[in-house]
């Protein structure tokens, strides 16, 4: 257990070196969903109370979209130079690597979304009560959403039809969390209280499980020599 | 005797290749002895990369038994494989797999930090001659300091063996030359036993021992008697 959760800080600060370095997966990912919040607040923005029926949707949707760019990148870095090879013949172990992956992406993904809620509560102008519980159900779906990414993003490394291992296998896969997430924000900024929403936070949390686990047991299979 | 730290017998490979059986080794019988450095040269096509695999744990005979010292690699699990060569192996290939954005010194950290007794990083790159270049990005080093970062990377957990698949294959004479001294070094001072398979014929005259392979058989084996050092070499 010890040298697994140290692989997987080795490898999540080698992803945190290079991000300090190159600010490339938070700047990219930042630009596009503040793109798609300022641009859906144009289009959408009518009154306070669209704003509220509104907002859940572009939130989970800028923040998906940003988040599976963000494992994209992080996974299209081991490509290059067949980076990768080199980190499976290295002693850190392969479910190290999934761990690693998954926390760096995460720590790239609340940088967005720290962003990404400041603008939308900004541009449509959104109380401020349900904003903290909105945080953590979007932190909750995050999870698992970038969990999926992350393991099946890694076939991405050594498919040349990488685009194609996003578009049908992971968006179908996340589609339950983000359903979860955008109801249960709904939800939220329709008034309801955190009890109100537990079912959807249940769902949500053994979506993580799911594929937390799946990582932890498929990771090794997936990216075998 | 000499210690046989790893072992080969009768392995054969087979590929299936749509309805075609492709047979990459027909029953080859090797062993590699402790602190020597072999040299397996053959052309393309003649099972080396395959063989190479095999014996680094990479990848299963088809039939045959693979021994590290007393542990039989052909009944272990992918796991104990894994582990095998995470402990016991070193890895060269062609290409030096570094990681773009990390330095030299990091790209050797990442092993170190997780090997049961590593050489610092520091230690790493000066036995491949690199102390100075240690803060520099792969694309700030040339092919062959790329490939001696490489040297260094799997080198610096003390591994009983080196595996060199083509080390200088994508290098030009000079450099290519250059590496081979640093892969003598580190058989000579580690003691590290190490194979280079390469098809590039010169290079077997730094071998104590070479190995022609042909056609997924061993061809010819023959101890070398006019051993000269990789900085000798020329082609």
């Keep these: 257990m010890k040298a697994l959760l140290r692989g997987a800080w080795l490898v999540a600060a080698k992803d945190l070196r290079i991000e300090l370095r190159t600010k490339e997966v938070t700047m990219t990912t930042s630009f596009f969903a503040v793109i798609v919040v300022l641009l859906s607040s144009l289009a959408f923005y009518l009154d306070r109370n669209v704003a509220a029926q509104v907002a859940p949707g572009v939130l989970w949707v800028s923040v998906a979209f940003a988040g599976l760019t963000s494992v994209l990148r992080s996974w299209g870095r081991e490509r290059e130079e067949d980076a990768l090879r080199g980190l499976l013949l290295s002693p850190i172990p392969r479910a190290s690597i999934f761990f690693g992956k998954l926390l760096g992406n995460l720590l790239f993904l609340f940088a967005v979304e720290i962003v990404v809620v400041a603008l939308v509560a900004l541009f449509f102008h959104l109380e401020p009560e349900p904003l903290l519980p909105t945080i953590a159900l979007l932190l909750l779906g995050s999870f698992g959403f970038v969990a999926a990414g992350t393991l099946f993003g890694a076939l991405s490394v050594q498919s040349r039809a990488r685009d194609l291992v996003m578009s049908i296998v992971v968006f179908p896969l996340v589609t339950p969390a983000l359903l979860g997430g955008v109801v249960a924000t709904r939800e939220l900024f329709a008034g309801a209280t955190l009890p109100e929403v537990v079912a959807w936070i249940q769902i949500l949390g053994a979506f993580d499980l799911v594929f937390v686990g799946a990582g932890y047991l498929l990771f090794d299979a997936l990216l075998s020599d | ?235």
């Design chain 2, 1 to 235: 005797m000499s210690e046989v730290v790893l072992s080969a017998r009768d392995v054969t490979k087979v590929y299936r290749m749509g309805e075609v059986d492709v047979h990459a080794l027909r029953g080859v019988t090797l062993e590699l002895v402790a602190g020597e450095l072999l040299v397996l040269l053959g052309a393309s096509g003649s099972g080396k990369s395959t063989l190479l695999n095999i014996l680094g744990g990479l990848d299963n005979p088809t039939a045959g038994k693979v021994m590290y010292q007393k542990q039989d690699l052909t009944a272990a699990s992918d796991k104990a494989l894994t582990l095998f060569r995470r402990a016991h192996v070193g890895f060269v290939f062609q290409f030096y797999n570094l990681i773009p954005s990390l330095t030299a010194r990091e790209n050797v950290a990442l092993v170190t930090e997780l090997a049961d007794d590593p050489m610092t990083p520091e230690e790493a790159l000066a036995l491949v001659g690199l102390t100075e270049r240690q803060d520099h990005f792969p694309s700030q080093l040339s092919g062959g300091e790329q490939q001696r970062v490489a040297i260094a990377r799997a080198v610096a957990k003390r591994p009983k063996i080196l595996l060199c698949d083509e080390p200088t294959g994508a290098l030009d004479y000079k450099t290519g030359v250059k590496v081979l001294e640093v892969i003598e070094k580190v058989n000579l001072e580690l003691g590290t036993t190490t194979a280079i398979i390469t098809h590039n014929a010169p290079v077997a005259a730094m071998a104590q021992r070479v190995v022609a392979l042909h056609d997924g058989r061993i061809q010819r084996e023959e101890l070398n008697e006019a051993r000269v050092s990789a900085s000798q070499i020329e082609w």
